[in-house]
């Protein structure tokens, strides 16, 4: 029944390596977004899809490509993991334009 | 881009009626304001969102002044369990969907 659903919840990896992170809504909403969350708790945008369509790219590395195969999927992959990439990371879904934000709960990736 | 503003924490005790309030003084026309909750290790949960005026449901209230460059979110006889990081948004203007998080207010509840 979870509505916005990222696997994994963690990830540890080595500087270098290549992961990825899914995921998922079952609200049947047209736009899903990437958030990334540091340290220090700022939640930054990082991509948006609308109907399986970028949106936006907020500056991010070229190492991380998101890919939207259809409406309820947004995957995050990111190469050649940093240090500075540790984070945490979010999924949210919205309906329309201005309408409330549903958020995973996050994936927690600590690269060593 | 509206940009908001919000104390970085607050104190409250059990019972009391605690107002955390958002500045946005560049909000546009079309501009929704949205509030969120976030615990620990956990997502941005939705709480309430309006345009102007005053909205209410069964976990807050929101009361926006007539100019709308400042909001208020208002939780009335908190819990301990309402101890978490409340953020303030505005909608972007140009409708690309990028939602911008201030800081976030971090509200802890005591007994």
């Known amino acids: 029944d979870t509505a916005v659903s990222q696997t994994p919840k963690y990830l540890v990896t080595q500087m270098g390596n290549d992961k990825s992170i899914k995921c998922e809504q079952n609200?049947?909403?047209?736009?899903m977004y990437w958030y990334k969350q540091d340290s220090k708790k700022f939640l930054k945008i990082m991509f948006s899809?609308?109907?399986?369509?970028?949106?936006i790219n907020e500056t991010v590395p070229n190492r991380f490509s998101p890919k939207s195969p259809d409406k309820a999927h947004l995957n995050l992959h990111i190469n050649s993991l940093e240090l500075g990439d540790s984070a945490v990371y979010f999924c949210?879904?919205?309906?329309?334009?201005?309408?409330?934000?549903?958020f995973g709960n996050g994936t927690r990736l600590t690269v060593t | 881009l509206a940009k908001t503003t919000q104390p970085i924490s607050m104190d409250s005790y059990e019972g009391q009626e605690v107002n955390i309030t958002c500045s946005h003084n560049?909000?546009?026309?079309?501009?929704?304001i949205t509030w969120y909750q976030q615990f620990p290790s956990q997502g941005p949960r939705f709480i309430i969102q309006?345009?102007?005026t005053k909205v209410k449901n069964e976990v807050a209230s929101l009361f926006i002044p007539a100019d709308r460059k400042s909001s208020t979110l208002s939780l009335p006889r908190v819990s301990l369990s309402d101890t978490a990081v409340y953020y303030c948004?505005?909608?972007?203007?140009?409708?690309?969907?990028?939602?911008?998080f201030g800081t976030g207010t971090r509200l802890k509840v005591l007994a």
């Open positions: 899809y609308n109907n399986k369509e970028l949106i």
């Open positions: 309006g345009y102007k």
């Open positions: 609200l049947g909403h047209d736009t």
């Open positions: 949210a879904s919205s309906h329309i334009f201005n309408s409330p934000l549903h």
């Open positions: 948004l505005v909608g972007d203007v140009s409708g690309t969907y990028k939602y911008i």
């Open positions: 560049n909000i546009a026309t079309n501009d929704y």
